[in-house]
C-alpha cells in the first residue's frame, strides 16, 4: 500500500498532456500539460512518486458488475493513490473516488475542418436570403401595380416589370412622362433599386474575389442532421464516460449522437486525441467524408489555437454535458488536503493557463511544413470554373434560348410566305 514517502500516480500516455519516459535511475521523465502540474505539486510537497497507466487506456467507466475500467478503477482497487487525466467529476465517480477541487469546468464541444467551397449550383443566389429575396420580388410587384395605375393605358404589366428589373440592374429607367408628376413614388423607387443593386453587386465582387466557404455545421442539432445524411462522421475518445452520457441525454438529436458513436465505433485513443484527431481517416468506400471529433476545449485550444489552424478549424461554440475536471484519489487517501491547498495555490497564480499556453506554442513550433500543408487548403485562394459555372450554364441557356427563337422566328416568316 502507497504511504506518506512514495505516492503512485495513475495516468495516460497522451501526447502534450502526459507524456511518459523511461530513465535509467527508475524515476519518469514526464513532459506535457497535466505532467508539470503534478510535478509542481510533488515538488513542491517534496513527495517521491511513480507513475502508472492502465492496460485498458481508459479513464474510467463503471461496468455492470460494480468495477471500474482505465483510472477510476486502479483508483477504486487501490493500485494508485492520485488518478490524473483531465477526469470530469460525474456522480459516480464521486461515489467511488474523491477529488480535489475543480482547475477546469469544461463541457463537451466538437471540432472539424472548415470546407473551401460551396459546392452548390447558382450559389450567387445564396447572396441575399430568402426572405430578402422573396421582400425584394414583393416590392417589384407592388410597384409595378401602382405605376399601371398611374400610366393606366400608356404601359402594359409586363413593360413596367421588365423596366423596372432593368433598373436594378443598373439600366435606364424609361417610363412615359406622366410618371415625374408622382415624384415621390419614382425617387423612392429609383433610391430602393440603386441601394439594392449596389448591396448585391458588393456581395457578387467579395465572392467572385475570394469564394465564400461553405456553411459549416454549426450545433449539435445540425450535425446530428448532417450525420443522418450521411455527409459527415464523429469521433468520441474511447472509454470517455461523456458518450454514455450524451446517448442518455434527454434530447433526440444528441442520443442519437451518442448512439452512432457508440453503434458504429467510431473511436479514437487518448494518445490520438491529443497528436490530431482531424488528420484525415482512411473510410470505406461510400463512407462520409468530412470528419467531427467530439472534445473538450481545452484540448482544440491546444491542438488548434494558434498559426494558421485558428482559420482552418471550427470549434463549436455551443457544448453539452458540462463537468468540472479535478484531480482523483483512492478513497482514505491521507493528504488529499495537502494537495488541494497546492493546487489553488497554482490555480489562483494563473499557472495552469500558463503550462496551456506553453504546451500550445511548442506544438505549433514543432509542426513540420508538410503537416501544415496537409490542414490547409490552398486552393481557396483563387477562382476556379467551379465557382463560375452557374455564370457559363445562366449564359447558355440564355444563348439557346435567343437561337430557338431566332428559329422559330425563320420558320414563321416562311410560313407567312
Known amino acids: 500500500m502507497s504511504n506518506f514517502n512514495k505516492w503512485t500516480i495513475a495516468t495516460l500516455n497522451r501526447s502534450r498532456l502526459f507524456e511518459i519516459y523511461s530513465n535509467s535511475d527508475g524515476m519518469p521523465n514526464i513532459y506535457g500539460i497535466e505532467a508539470e502540474l503534478i510535478k509542481t505539486i510533488m515538488t513542491k510537497l517534496n513527495v517521491k512518486y511513480e507513475i502508472v497507466t492502465p492496460a485498458d487506456e481508459q479513464y474510467g467507466i463503471e461496468l455492470k458488475d460494480g468495477n471500474w475500467t482505465g483510472i477510476i478503477g486502479m483508483l477504486h482497487k487501490g493500485e494508485a493513490d492520485i488518478g490524473i487525466a483531465n477526469l470530469g467529476i460525474y456522480e459516480d465517480r464521486y461515489r467511488t473516488v474523491d477529488f480535489t477541487v475543480s482547475y477546469m469546468i469544461e463541457g463537451m464541444h466538437f471540432c472539424l475542418l472548415k470546407s473551401a467551397y460551396r459546392d452548390e449550383l447558382f450559389v450567387f443566389l445564396h447572396l441575399f436570403d430568402f426572405s430578402t429575396w422573396m421582400f425584394l420580388l414583393g416590392s417589384l410587384l407592388i410597384t409595378a401595380t401602382v405605376i399601371l395605375n398611374i400610366l393606366k393605358e400608356r404601359e402594359t404589366f409586363s413593360s413596367i416589370i421588365l423596366y423596372l428589373f432593368g433598373s436594378l440592374l443598373s439600366q435606364t429607367l424609361i417610363f412615359h412622362k406622366k410618371i415625374y408628376n408622382w415624384k415621390i413614388i419614382f425617387m423612392s423607387w429609383l433610391v430602393f433599386a440603386f441601394v439594392m443593386s449596389s448591396a448585391y453587386s458588393g456581395a457578387l465582387l467579395s465572392f467572385l474575389t475570394l469564394p465564400s466557404e461553405a456553411k459549416t455545421v454549426e450545433t449539435f442539432r445540425e450535425l446530428a442532421d448532417a450525420v443522418a445524411k450521411g455527409s459527415h462522421r464523429v469521433y468520441s475518445l474511447?472509454?470517455?464516460q461523456s458518450i454514455l452520457l450524451l446517448r442518455n441525454a434527454a434530447e433526440p438529436h444528441l442520443q442519437f449522437l451518442g448512439n452512432i458513436v457508440i453503434d458504429n465505433d467510431w473511436f479514437i485513443t487518448a494518445d490520438e486525441m491529443t497528436r490530431n484527431p482531424l488528420k484525415k481517416k482512411v473510410a470505406p468506400v461510400?463512407?462520409?467524408?468530412?470528419?467531427?471529433?467530439?472534445?473538450?476545449?481545452?484540448?482544440?485550444?491546444?491542438?488548434?489555437?494558434?498559426?494558421?489552424?485558428?482559420?482552418?478549424?471550427?470549434?463549436?461554440?455551443?457544448?453539452?454535458?458540462?463537468?468540472?475536471?479535478?484531480?482523483?484519489?483512492?478513497?482514505?487517501?491521507?493528504?488529499?488536503?495537502?494537495?488541494?491547498?497546492?493546487?489553488?495555490?497554482i490555480l489562483s497564480a494563473g499557472i495552469y493557463e500558463k503550462f496551456l499556453r506553453d504546451e500550445s506554442l511548442k506544438y505549433?513550433?514543432?509542426?513540420?511544413?508538410?503537416?501544415?500543408?496537409?490542414?490547409?487548403?490552398?486552393?481557396?485562394?483563387?477562382?476556379?470554373?467551379n465557382d463560375l459555372a452557374e455564370a457559363f450554364v445562366l449564359l447558355s441557356v440564355g444563348l439557346l434560348i435567343s437561337i430557338l427563337v431566332f428559329l422559330i422566328e425563320i420558320a414563321l416568316s416562311y410560313i407567312k410566305c
Open 238 to 240: 474511447r472509454g470517455a
Open 364 to 385: 505549433w513550433f514543432s509542426l513540420s511544413s508538410d503537416e501544415r500543408k496537409e490542414m490547409e487548403n490552398k486552393e481557396d485562394r483563387s477562382i476556379s470554373v
Open 286 to 345: 461510400g463512407k462520409p467524408k468530412i470528419d467531427v471529433v467530439f472534445g473538450g476545449f481545452y484540448i482544440f485550444k491546444l491542438l488548434y489555437g494558434v498559426g494558421d489552424f485558428k482559420s482552418k478549424v471550427f470549434v463549436s461554440e455551443e457544448k453539452s454535458i458540462m463537468a468540472p475536471m479535478a484531480i482523483a484519489f483512492r478513497k482514505g487517501f491521507c493528504c488529499s488536503s495537502e494537495v488541494n491547498k497546492v493546487l489553488t495555490r
